[in-house]
């Protein structure tokens, strides 16, 4: 366990020329980490206040307001350090944050009693003060961390299940369990062809041809190539037939062609991560599978019989196949890496001609210099 008494004092050293700088500059995304208080006047300040920069010899540093007051200086009358309970325990919930993290990367198991217990807070109150200042709950943070620690230990091992466990989870089914809130579809939405959920879809045009977005207001939720725009909408129809389908609204657009472009950028051979939001229902073994190939560097292909021997599963390659073939967001969950032991492509949904062409996009990636995973 971590001594946050020993941890807390760690961090009253703050690095005075660090911190000078950012005064000089006015640096508001300095704000938050550190005050710096003025003893000739007797005011302490955050780093960007609009103030004319005090002499450097009559500047003290601070970690909080907190530290600041009881050095006899009152808040700034400009830029108001202490204007809220949030900013004043901005840089006790970054200790939070990377508690957290520490945590989760040594496969410890964390509730919100064990972490207001560690951090002194009661759990209220953590709640409150957590979600105001990072914008999700202590609990949404920790099992992002989790996902994110899954992805990393998938890179480092052979074995989803090892990394499963490795990342914290008790089995595969938790994983499952946390589909809501990492793929988002629940299996009743999907099952009742996503009733009550409203999708936006647009269609661009990219170097691998037409191919249609579908988005509800948690993520991506179908990306496919087709021939044509009418015979995408009745796919996308034909998948989620009870949803409530339209074009993309003007107010949706910017974040949707963001994710357009990314998608493009990716396809024209310019980047090559691909982390965008989903909203899609998956088995747990859909799961496994596709947060294999996610976790995969670009380039890197992997044969049916590996990819189902690293779900624990050796002879489940046939269904590794039926995973990747029931993959509704071509190239965000990169299904064209698995291909067939004997070195052939095998199949693909939207076509072994993309599925080569992806697949030279991410070996001429690779062989550049330009790596990164999806």
Known sequence: MIDLVNAA?????????????????????????????VMTTGVYCRPGCPARTPLRENVRFYRTPADAEADGLRPCLRCHPAASGVEANRSRIRQVCDLIHSKVAGGDVLTLGQLSREVGMSPFHLQRTFRAAVGVTPRQFIEQCRM????????????VTAAVYDAGFGSSSRVYERSDSHLGMTPRQYGSGAAGIAISYATIETPLGLLMLGATDRGLCFVQFGESAGQLLGSLQAEYRAAAIEPMPKPRAPQFRLW?????????GEHFSLDLPLDIQATAFQIQVWTYLQSSPSGVTKSYSEIAQATGNAKAARAVARACA?????????????IRGNGQLGGY???LDRKKALLQVESVSKFSGKSGST
């Open 9 to 37: 004092a760690a961090t009253r050293t703050l690095d005075q020329e660090m911190c000078w700088s950012a005064v000089r500059r006015k640096d508001r995304t300095e704000e938050g980490r550190f005050y710096f208080g």
């Open 148 to 159: 994110e620690a899954l992805k990393a230990k998938l890179r480092e091992s052979v074995s």
């Open 260 to 268: 357009a472009e990314s998608i493009s950028s990716y396809l024209r």
């Open 326 to 338: 029931a993959n509704r967001v071509a190239i965000v969950i990169p299904c064209h890496r698995a």
């Open 349 to 351: 949904r939207w076509g």
